[in-house]
């Protein structure tokens, strides 16, 4: 089979964990181990998330008194696609002797008028407590929502209409090579008047990246890998319980929120619109398991 595995940047720094190099190695081990195994005995291209580190990396441009203005997002995305990249291409290269493993920078084409730009969702970076974001919003014009018991910045998240390195990463793919591309939703670009694509300030949505991959590739499935085993209901309650198997309209009717759990069901109707045969979410050790259909949530059209 071909698949499609979307890492969250979650999976790799857990809330309320710190971003310690240590820390998300730790994780890490645990992401690529689930992964090699997919790997072993399908074709494999992963896409990672990286809401946590990009927002990291926001903090520290943002910090840095020797620059005369912080690096626009869409250089941040680059860098957190070399970072994680480089470390899941190191992990599952020593897993996976003998196989090519290639981490591919990738951009992703979005327009320039979408109407995204106005309506900030993707949170980044850490969650900070209610009087902390409003002194960050003040301080740096950021918007911050809440994210469950903390404030989080959010961000542009513009719809992903292309894949420049789409024709590079099938070739990839269909040599064997296990293929990490579309990091962070991608490097976003927009054409300009010229026709010339330029970095925009956003950050795209990494589950609707993997979906559009999926689609293009012709993948078999398409597994969207967290922190948390599966959808739940009522999540964040005492009421809260998995979701094994549910159709596209049921979770929607649950009302998922846009900066987390909405993306993914949304990529999962997508894929599925387009012939995809597999969709399920869950947690990233138990990747082989979501595949087999005995754990997370199996969604369907």
């Known amino acids: 089979m071909r698949i499609v595995a979307a890492l969250g940047g979650n999976a790799l720094l857990r809330r309320g964990q710190r971003a310690d190099y ?37 903090l520290e441009s943002e910090a840095d008194r020797l620059l005369a ?12 696609q070399g970072m994680i990249g480089y470390w899941l291409a190191a992990g599952l290269s020593t897993a996976l002797p003998g196989r090519d493993v290639v981490g591919m920078l990738t951009r ?20 900070y407590s209610p009087t902390k974001a409003r002194t960050l919003a003040a301080q740096h014009g950021w918007v911050l929502r809440r994210d469950g018991r903390r404030w989080r ?17 099938a070739r990839l793919a269909a040599d064997g090579a296990v293929v990490i591309a579309g990091g962070g939703g991608g490097v976003p670009v927009a054409a300009g008047a010229d ?29 969207l890998l967290t922190d948390v085993p599966a959808v739940q209901r009522d999540f964040g309650t005492p009421r809260a319980e998995p979701i094994t198997r549910a159709t596209v309209a049921e979770l929607t009717a649950l009302g998922l929120p846009d900066g ?3 993306p993914k069901v949304e990529a999962c109707r997508r894929f599925l619109a387009a012939g995809g045969e597999i969709a399920a979410i869950g947690a990233v050790h138990r990747a082989a398991e979501l595949l087999a259909g005995t754990d997370g949530t199996r969604v369907h059209l």
Do not use: W
């Not at 609707?208 to 012709?218: H, V």
């Open 22 to 58: 240590a820390v998300q190695q730790e994780n890490l081990r645990a992401a690529v181990a689930a992964l090699a195994v997919l790997a072993g005995e399908h074709e494999l291209v992963v896409v990672h998330g990286n809401g946590p580190q990009v927002g990291m990396l926001a």
């Open 108 to 127: 992703t084409v979005v327009n320039a008028d979408d109407p995204a730009f106005a309506r900030p969702v993707k949170f980044i970076g850490p969650g």
């Open 260 to 262: 987390s759990m909405g």
């Open 195 to 223: 026709g010339r694509l330029r970095g925009v300030e956003a950050v795209v949505d990494k589950d609707l990246t993997a979906a559009l991959l999926a689609c293009e590739l012709k993948a078999d499935a398409l597994l």
């Open 153 to 169: 910045r959010v961000v542009a998240s513009p719809e992903p209409v292309s894949i420049v390195e789409l024709p590079v990463i």
């Open 69 to 80: 203005r912080p690096y626009p997002l869409d250089v941040l995305v680059a860098e957190t």
